[in-house]
């Protein structure tokens, strides 16, 4: 089945060591999207890419970033994890930024940071 | 700024209750409006969508969300949950960017 895969599921890194997220889709999907969501909050977009075109959030750290080599691939990267970064980081794509195209999610991956 | 305001954080019911959850946002553009659900273990699916036309908008698995523009609300209802409804749900805004804003959460939790 077409779908939006993140691995892994779980991730332990520990402080200051960089760490991948990776997400891969089957939809062929323009966009695609990076979530963050800590304990009993809102997930939180950190940024995406239309097509090669990337668009940062405004408040989004500088630790963060993220790399699209293809349209199926697309990674997070924190270059130097701190405690506050422990969270469930979400992929999700869609066929195009409009609203009528709604956005499909990975599983998600859960970053413990030791 | 957009924000998505959900007013209940953990709701409890027994089966065959009805449900009622409610999300207020505050945009004074046109919006779009999402309800999403994320069951134990799994990925955010998408429950339903307003666009625009009727404000009663019928999702999957019985459930509705009604939009009234005056309150700016967007609230989720289910005349009679199942077990099997026990989840986490978000209700978001997009306001034509693509950009979605999601509120805190509700978690559901329906006993037997």
């Known amino acids: 089945d077409a779908m939006v895969i993140q691995n892994p599921r779980y991730q332990v890194t520990q402080f200051g060591k960089p760490v991948t997220l990776s997400c891969s889709q089957t939809?062929?999907?323009?966009?695609m999207y990076w979530y963050q969501q800590k304990s009993s909050q809102a997930p939180k977009l950190l940024f995406h890419y239309y097509d090669k075109d990337f668009n940062n959030e405004a408040d989004t750290p500088d630790n963060f970033q993220s790399r699209r080599p293809n349209t199926s691939f697309c990674f997070l990267d924190i270059r130097s994890p701190g405690l506050g970064d422990a969270a469930m980081y979400l992929c999700a794509t869609s066929r195009a930024t409009n609203p009528e195209a709604p956005q499909h999610f990975g599983d998600g991956t859960r970053l413990s940071i030791l | 700024a957009q924000s998505v305001s959900q007013h209940n954080h953990h709701v409890i019911l027994s089966e065959a209750a009805s449900l009622e959850l409610g999300c207020n946002y505050s945009?004074?553009?046109?919006?779009?409006l999402f309800w999403y659900v994320q069951y134990p273990g799994q990925h955010l699916q998408l429950l339903l969508k307003?666009?625009?036309?009727?404000?009663l908008v019928k999702g999957i698995k019985g459930f509705e969300a009604e939009f009234i523009k005056s309150k700016f609300s967007f609230n989720l209802r289910k005349p009679s949950v199942q077990w099997s409804d026990t989840a986490e749900y978000f209700c978001?805004?997009?306001?034509?960017?693509?950009?979605?804003?999601f509120g805190q959460g509700t978690t559901l939790q329906v006993k037997p």
């Open positions: 978001a805004v997009n306001s034509n960017t693509g950009k979605l804003i």
């Open positions: 307003y666009f625009s036309g009727d404000p």
């Open positions: 945009y004074g553009g046109t919006v779009n």
């Open positions: 939809l062929n999907h323009n966009v």
